[in-house]
């Protein structure tokens, strides 16, 4: 679905990502996962056209990620960041409908839209029409899920989403975005610093490191065939998973 050949960017001269090659398979979660500062935020913006890499390309579903193409390309992809990332002074309503009222959708085409993906996120019904203030972290999260699944987008991408979290709701939101890919089937590109949250969200994991790819695969392979000293290391500063066994 995603694809980035050669792709390099910088900042004031320092380097933030690449030279970096690599591909998303369409329909599965691939989860980014790296210390503070690899790359995995700017990684992210480039696959939907918020900023532009110095060089290499991306592409999105066969067409280049352009800024003549990043405007439709947005369009068919839900991006949720930290928080929910939404707007204060709009409800939760108006949040998740502003792209659909922007475009044009008439209301009970709307309206069936938001009570779909109410279900789906387990959104409380009396939460739509309250501002993001009056929502605990957890409901702001779903609102900023409902608001990137609105448009029934090809892919979704998330930023750390769940990182502001308490561990409980943290917990509870995991399971249910874990469905939510399940019963979607989209194509998913999550951001975490967390490998127990990786290997729980994805079979697929990609460690970053000073904006390169260190080593890609299963979370087995990350745990049993570190591909260098800095993934043992890696792995051994997370003290919350245990380590996967082989599939037998």
Request: hydrophobic fraction near 45%; include cysteine.
């Amino acid at each position: 679905m995603f694809q980035l050949a050669g792709v390099t960017k910088s900042y004031a001269g320092r380097s933030a990502l690449g030279p970096i090659t690599l591909d998303t398979l369409a329909g599965r979660t691939t989860v980014l996962i790296g210390p503070s500062g690899c790359g995995k935020s700017t990684l992210l913006r480039l696959l939907i056209g918020l900023i532009e890499p110095d060089a290499g390309t991306v592409t999105f579903d066969g067409t280049p990620v352009t800024p003549e193409t990043a405007r439709p390309v947005r369009r068919r992809t839900g991006y949720v960041i930290q928080d929910g990332g939404l707007f204060p002074h709009l409800t939760a309503r108006g949040n998740i409908t502003l792209m659909a009222r922007h475009l044009g959708w008439d209301r009970a085409r709307i309206a069936a839209r938001v009570a779909e993906l109410a279900a789906l996120t387990r959104l409380p019904a009396d939460g739509l029409d309250r501002y993001p203030h009056q929502l605990s972290g957890g409901q702001r999260q779903r609102v900023g899920l409902m608001r990137a699944l609105m448009l029934d987008p090809a892919a979704l991408l998330l930023d750390e989403p769940l990182g502001a979290l308490d561990p409980l709701v943290r917990a509870d939101l995991q399971a249910d975005l874990r469905d939510v890919f399940g019963a979607l089937g989209k194509t998913v590109v999550m951001v975490t610093h967390d490998l127990g949250e990786a290997a729980f969200f994805a079979a697929r994991i990609v460690l970053l490191r000073d904006g390169q790819v260190v080593q890609e695969g299963s979370p087995a392979d990350l745990w049993n065939r570190p591909a260098d000293p800095f993934v043992t290391r890696f792995v051994q500063a997370q003290r919350g998973p245990q380590i996967p066994q082989e599939a037998t």
